[in-house]
């Protein structure tokens, strides 16, 4: 059974620096591409960043790139969110999911990510920024 689990979250001031975590076990960990999510008070849920299977392709939507780092351990199935400099609109429930990597290009991947199509879903961090 595929577990997907996020951590790291909190109250976080304006201007500081949490990491995110998600592990996943029930699965090959380097098969999978995988991807972080969020979802704001009132809005729709969208992507953030997604990360190829190796972790030596990363993309980021235009409202984190330069603050936000993607990153991934192999070995200890786990998947990480360096956020910096957060502001009150990153205040969201972050989600993790990952989805087995077939061999396609890293631009199909990330295309799928942006859709949100991926199988296997974490329940979610609250992250919430105050000013």
């Known amino acids: 059974q595929v577990q997907v689990v996020e951590s790291g979250g909190g109250l976080v001031q304006a201007g500081g620096s949490p990491r995110l975590s998600c592990t996943a076990s029930?699965?090959?960990?380097?098969?999978?591409?995988m991807g972080w999510f969020r979802q704001a008070p009132g809005k729709e849920r969208e992507a953030v960043s997604c990360?190829?299977?190796?972790?030596?392709?990363?993309y980021y939507v235009d409202a984190v790139k330069g603050r936000f780092t993607i990153s991934r351990d192999n070995a200890k199935n786990t998947l990480y969110l360096q956020m910096n400099n957060l502001k009150p609109e990153d205040t969201a429930i972050y989600y993790c999911?990952?989805?087995?990597?077939?061999?396609?290009?890293?631009?199909?991947?990330?295309?799928?990510?942006?859709?949100?199509?991926?199988?296997?879903w974490g329940q979610g961090t609250q992250v919430t920024v105050s000013s």
């Open positions: 990360i190829s299977s190796s972790g030596s392709s990363t």
């Open positions: 999911a990952a989805e087995r990597y077939y061999g396609d290009a890293f631009a199909y991947t990330v295309r799928r990510c942006l859709g949100a199509r991926l199988t296997y």
């Open positions: 029930g699965l090959t960990f380097d098969a999978y591409y």
